[in-house]
């Protein structure tokens, strides 16, 4: 007889469903038979432009370099980090994608016993990381959508050890202001880590989105995570950081992978951080594709949460599983989150100008509204 190999796996696992991403292009190519340059995907909130000369350059220069491992320490790009952030290098921590700086969030510092606590419609790896180590989830109730700050508080207890907010949210888009951080932050009992996840705060800037790293002199149980999958066009190569007091740096330093991030992510990381031009332009090319998204949908006559990110989540009014399968159809790629309890929304990343027009043009469509 064979061991069940499901039941043996640890609860909180066995509970777990696997994280569902964006479908790639080729494998819609496959199925529906057609070339991949016919079809747009706006289902991961990448940066439609692709990467900066810069970056391609340096990665140019690391390949002859493949042959040895990288720096494990990340010496020069947390250097760069910790002078673009005004922190010292000890308080970064890199991450193989900010997700694996969550991951190695959960692992210090959870376990069975402790919580976390987190928002409902909050990002999809929170529930993961979490139940991974057999720490239980405590999920506050959104409000219009976005986190409502005073119920996670509420949900706080003496076996918490690590809350996560995303600010801007995904896949809500929804965000909070510096008072509500503030008033948040004074609250939130001095053992318990503040995971702020601020991957999509390069589109934020000149808003009324709070950066992170203003609080983080005030409150060493504040983590500020952040990514250069989103913003700065590097989503395939892996490199995310988090900055925080260093002692919680020293202690995710040590658990998290001595090569976790790999010679060629650090190069064109270091790079990116360099081309400030171009992530003003990414961050310019939204804020017009976020209109043009809104006025789109104005005329459809849908609905929409209001979003301070690279995506905006649409309100069909009605089961959105369907219309997502037959915008497949039309070779146009976005993202269902019923998975996040949003049954009747689809979230879609903000493209370049001809491929928002695309998808707008194909949503007409399928809804019988052209
Ligand atoms: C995309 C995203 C991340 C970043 O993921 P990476 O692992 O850095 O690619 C983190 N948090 C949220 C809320 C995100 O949407």
Not at 78 to 83: A, F, M, P
Not at 92 to 108: F, P, Y
Request: charged share 20%.
């Amino acid at each position: 007889m064979s061991g069940d190999f499901l039941a043996l796996a640890q609860p909180g696992v066995q509970k777990l469903s696997p994280y569902v991403p964006g479908k790639p292009v080729d494998e819609l190519a496959r199925e529906l038979g057609i070339d991949p340059a016919r079809i747009i995907k706006l289902a991961s909130n990448e940066n439609p432009s692709g990467p900066g000369p810069n970056v391609l350059k340096a990665l140019n220069d690391a390949l002859a370099e493949l042959t040895r491992y990288p720096d494990g320490n990340g010496f020069e790009l947390k250097q760069r980090l910790s002078q673009a952030c005004g922190v010292n290098a000890e308080q970064v921590t890199l991450g193989n994608g900010s997700n694996d700086i969550l991951e190695i969030v959960a692992r210090a510092y959870l376990a069975p016993g402790l919580n976390a606590v987190f928002s409902e419609h909050a990002f999809a790896i929170y529930p993961i990381v979490t139940q991974a180590v057999g720490a239980r989830a405590h999920v506050a109730k959104a409000r219009n959508w976005g986190h409502d700050l005073p119920a996670m508080l509420a949900l706080i207890d003496s076996h918490t050890r690590v809350v996560f907010i995303a600010n801007p949210n995904n896949p809500t888009g929804t965000w909070f202001g510096a008072d509500a951080l503030a008033d948040f932050l004074a609250q939130v009992p001095k053992n318990v880590l503040v995971v702020l996840d601020e991957a999509y705060i390069e589109y934020a800037e000149g808003t009324d989105l709070p950066d992170g790293l203003d609080f983080l002199n005030d409150y060493p149980n504040l983590l500020v995570s952040r990514t250069f999958s989103k913003a700065y066009g590097l989503a395939s190569l892996r490199v995310g950081y988090a900055l925080s007091s260093p002692v919680v740096a020293d202690v995710l330093n040590r658990v998290r992978q001595p090569f976790n991030v790999n010679s060629l992510a650090l190069a064109a990381a270091c790079a990116a951080l360099d081309d400030t031009d171009y992530v003003a332009q990414s961050r310019r090319s939204n804020a017009s594709g976020m209109q043009q998204m809104e006025a789109g949908l104005r005329r459809i006559g849908l609905g929409w949460i209001p979003s301070r990110a690279n995506f905006i989540a649409v309100d069909l009014g009605q089961e959105a599983a369907p219309v997502y399968e037959a915008l497949l159809r039309e070779g146009v790629i976005v993202r269902p989150v019923g998975g996040y309890g949003m049954p009747n929304h689809l979230r879609v990343s903000i493209g370049l100008p001809a491929e928002n027009k695309r998808f707008l043009e194909a949503l007409s469509k399928v809804l019988g509204r052209g």
